[in-house]
């Protein structure tokens, strides 16, 4: 796909002005409060009303994303646009680039949004993947498996994430059914990584180059959603660097003018491989906002307005415990008795509804090592579910 160049793709946007936000879920949420901390007001576009994003944004817009001549009037009332939600239609931020700079631009969306495109951006220029094949039909399949082995993962090539659109194959048994799932949508076979630990690097770019990427975050997840983040990751400094550096040279390659997260995993043979990139913030970065000097959502701010990137410097080890709609099952979780510690913070989405495996929240904490920050906020996480008094 060709991509128009952007006009004013140079252009510095100030305090004051305003910033557009495609998507309107917690992520937009936490970037709009990073925003007006900076002075900039926000309209935030998406399909849905009364959302997290719009509950703190200054206009709510709904509407769908393939109304392009809205999304143009959209974008007319705003000076930059981002995203907080990659599966947006690339025409939807073409249309918007033809009013002003979109920022990472519909080429890094179009790459990223996909993951056989993003796999084969990575594999040709250079970057560690894991063996992976395109598939289109069960005879794809099956040739995969004899050329990758088993076990491997077979998921959709759009349209995934927390698990979403995936699923592990152990035998050949299991070739026809896991086929059958991608209900006719292209997939994306990638040889199993026997990894050690999943690591992430949330990275920056901006407008002149400036680079600048926060410690690395050592995450563990609970059937595919991510359950406990902390940095820094217990891992070889050596190692660290070359996450780091392997960040910079997909944002560098990509020409990110933004944020990027690079997901990565740690074999037990020590290599570091990539698996996901995603053009916005992360999960895994929520405890940035009460850990570091700069939160991952103001570095989004500062790198999409072209202004200089914050220091991404952790003052304290620091994890994050995610809160999905699971505690809400015997009611109101007990939130006094997980704030019973005064180094645990809570973060809530302002979402009305509590739904398994849905993202309703977080807890940070912060200790002297991350051991004492991840046994504070496990033990605050598990304060939530005792009875209130």
């Known amino acids: 796909m060709q991509f128009v ?41 998406s399909p849905e009303n009364d959302t997290p994003t719009g509950h703190v944004a200054d206009l709510e817009i709904s509407g769908s994303y393939d109304d392009l001549d809205k999304i143009r009037d959209f974008a007319r009332q705003v000076d930059v646009v981002t995203f907080e939600f990659e599966n947006v239609p690339s025409a939807t931020t073409q249309a ?15 790459v990223t949004q996909h993951r056989l495109r993003e796999k084969t951006f990575l594999s040709e220029n250079g970057f560690p993947v894991t063996p992976f094949r395109r598939i289109s039909s069960l005879q794809n399949l099956e040739d995969a498996a004899k050329e990758l082995g088993l076990p491997a ?44 630990k999943e690591i992430s690097v949330v990275a920056a770019r901006g407008l002149n180059g400036q ?38 040279g997909i944002l560098e390659k990509l020409n990110v003018v933004g944020l990027v997260t690079v997901e990565m995993f740690l074999t037990k043979s ?21 850990a570091s000097v700069t939160s991952q959502f103001e570095q989004q701010v500062r790198a999409v307005c072209g202004l200089p990137l914050g220091s991404t410097e952790l003052r304290q080890p620091s994890a994050m415990a995610n809160l999905l709609g699971d505690l809400w099952e015997r009611g109101e979780p007990n939130w006094a008795a997980a704030l019973q510690n005064p180094h645990v913070k809570l973060h809530l989405y302002g979402k009305r509804d509590a739904r398994v495996g849905r993202k309703m929240g977080h807890l940070t904490a912060v ?4 051991e004492e ?9 598990n304060a939530l579910v005792e009875p209130i008094p």
């Open 5 to 45: 160049q952007q006009k004013s793709g140079n252009k510095i946007i100030l305090p004051g002005a305003t910033i557009g936000v495609l998507g309107s879920g917690q992520l937009g949420r936490m970037f709009a409060i990073a925003a007006r901390e900076l002075g900039y007001r926000i309209i935030t576009y």
């Open 96 to 110: 918007a680039s033809e009013i002003v700079p979109v920022r990472p631009d519909g080429h890094v969306l179009h």
């Open 153 to 196: 993962v077979l998921k959709t090539a759009s349209f995934g994430y927390d698990g979403k659109g995936q699923v592990k194959i152990k035998s050949a048994d299991e070739l026809p059914g896991a086929f059958a799932r991608l209900n006719g949508a292209e997939g994306i076979y990638e040889a199993f990584v026997d990894f050690e």
């Open 211 to 248: 680079f600048a990427a926060f410690p690395v975050f050592e995450n563990s997840h609970s059937n595919h959603i991510l359950d406990v983040t902390f940095a820094p990751a217990t891992i070889d400094p050596r190692l660290a660097a070359e996450a780091d550096e392997l960040a910079r």
């Open 270 to 290: 020590g290599k570091v491989l990539v698996n996901e990139l995603a053009p916005r913030t992360h999960n895994s970065g929520h405890l940035t906002i009460d």
């Open 367 to 370: 200790g002297s090592t991350v």
């Open 373 to 381: 920050a991840v046994r504070r906020v496990v033990q605050a996480r």
